[in-house]
C-alpha cells in the first residue's frame, strides 16, 4: 500500500501552510510562521525619533526574511501581510494620537500601482486601537525618485518640498504609518510638512526598520 507522506504528517502533526516570511511549507504556529522563523524574527529596539518627529516606533528589524515579505506585500503578491505585520506595531499610550496618516503616494504613482501598502497598514492599526485613518491630511505633491540605493543625504534631497498637508492638520496629534524606515528620512520631510500646517505633534509607526548601522540601500 503506497502511503502518502503529507497525509500521514498533517493527521499526526497538523496541517502544513506556508510560513509568512520564508514561504516553506510546515505546520505553523498561531503567528503564521515556520519554526525557522520564529527563531530568527528579531523586533525592533525603540529607534531613536529624527527631528522633527516627536516619536517613532517600528515593529521588526529589516533583515533575514522579512525584505522580501515587504516586498511581496508592497507589491499585492500577499495582501494578507499587512495583517501580519500590523500585529508587531505597537503605538505607545503616552503619544495620545488622534488620527493615523499613512505616507503617501504621488497621484501618478498610486495610479500605476494602484495600491498603497502603508495605508492598508493604517487600516489595520486602526481596527487595533480604534484610531480613525485620514489619507488626506497629507498629500505628495511632487514626483520624485526611488530612494532606494540613496544615501541618506541624497534622500533627504529627494524629497524636499515634496509633501504637502491640508489645513484640518493643525492642532492634531497625528501618527504617520509607513512599511520601513531606513533613514527616516521620508517619515521626517512627512512630519515637516504637517508641522508646518499646524499639526500639534506628529509621531510614526513603521512595520520595520533598517538594523542601525546598516546602509541605506534598500
Keep these: ?18 510560513c509568512c516570511l520564508c514561504q ?19 523586533l525592533c529596539p525603540a529607534p531613536a525619533s529624527p527631528f522633527p518627529l516627536d516619536g517613532l516606533t517600528a515593529g521588526l528589524l529589516y533583515e533575514g526574511e522579512v525584505p522580501g515579505a515587504i516586498s511581496r506585500f508592497k507589491n499585492r503578491e500577499q495582501l494578507y501581510l499587512g495583517g501580519f ?12 494620537g488622534e488620527v ?5 503616494l504621488h497621484p501618478l504613482k498610486a495610479l500605476s500601482r494602484g495600491y498603497n501598502q502603508s ?7 486602526s481596527s487595533a486601537y480604534g484610531l480613525p485613518v485620514c489619507p488626506a491630511l497629507l498629500k505628495k505633491t511632487r514626483l520624485t525618485r526611488a530612494q532606494k540605493g540613496l544615501s541618506a543625504e541624497e ?57 542601525y548601522g546598516e546602509d541605506a540601500s534598500v
Design 1 to 18: 500500500m503506497r502511503i502518502d507522506r503529507r497525509a500521514l504528517h498533517e493527521l499526526l502533526f497538523g496541517s502544513l501552510h506556508r
Design 24 to 42: 516553506k511549507e510546515e505546520v505553523l504556529g498561531p503567528e503564521g510562521l515556520c519554526s525557522a522563523c520564529r527563531k530568527s524574527l528579531r
Design 85 to 96: 505585520f500590523s500585529q508587531y506595531m505597537r503605538l505607545p499610550s503616552h503619544w495620545r
Design 100 to 104: 493615523l496618516v499613512p505616507v503617501p
Design 119 to 125: 495605508r492598508e497598514l493604517a487600516l489595520y492599526l
Design 155 to 211: 534622500r533627504q534631497k529627494n524629497l524636499e518640498n515634496a509633501f504637502m498637508a491640508a489645513p484640518e492638520a493643525a492642532g492634531r496629534r497625528i501618527i504617520l504609518v509607513d512599511d520601513v524606515c531606513t533613514t527616516g528620512a521620508t517619515l521626517c520631510a512627512c512630519a515637516a510638512a504637517l508641522k508646518k500646517a499646524g499639526a500639534a505633534r506628529v509621531y510614526a509607526a513603521a512595520a520595520a526598520c533598517v538594523p
